[in-house]
């Protein structure tokens, strides 16, 4: 079982910066890939990025060269660095993790944070 709370949501001007965590409990951590993903209002989710336990990263076409994601496996946790915000960035984050599966499918994911609101005001 893990459990995942992520943190550093907020509201931020368009072009400014915000770093989301998320802590994971449990001490198998460092064996799942572990995911971002939003949704905004009336949107289906999406993903966003993810690192696998291997130590690879992907992000989404949207989010490339803006955020970046990474891990500190000594200290359970996960971040996404979200540089150069913009409005349609406004959504609630989740952090998830997973074992198998597509790592960009949401069905592939075992556990999901309660998720954290970031609002890019234009």
């Known amino acids: 079982q893990v459990q995942l709370v992520e943190s550093g949501g907020g509201l931020v001007q368009a072009g400014g910066s915000l770093r989301l965590s998320c802590a994971a409990s449990g001490r198998t951590f460092s064996s799942y890939t572990m995911g971002w993903f939003r949704q905004a209002p009336g949107v289906e989710r999406e993903f966003v990025a993810a690192f696998s336990s291997s130590g690879t990263t992907y992000h989404a076409d949207s989010v490339k060269g803006r955020f970046t994601i990474s891990r500190d496996n000594a200290k359970n946790t996960v971040y996404l660095q979200m540089n150069s915000l913009k409005p349609e960035d406004t959504a609630v984050y989740y952090c998830?993790?997973?074992?198998?599966?597509?790592?960009?499918?949401?069905?592939?994911?075992?556990?999901w944070g309660q998720g954290t609101q970031v609002t890019v005001s234009s």
């Open positions: 998830a993790a997973r074992r198998r599966g597509s790592l960009y499918e949401i069905s592939a994911y075992d556990y």
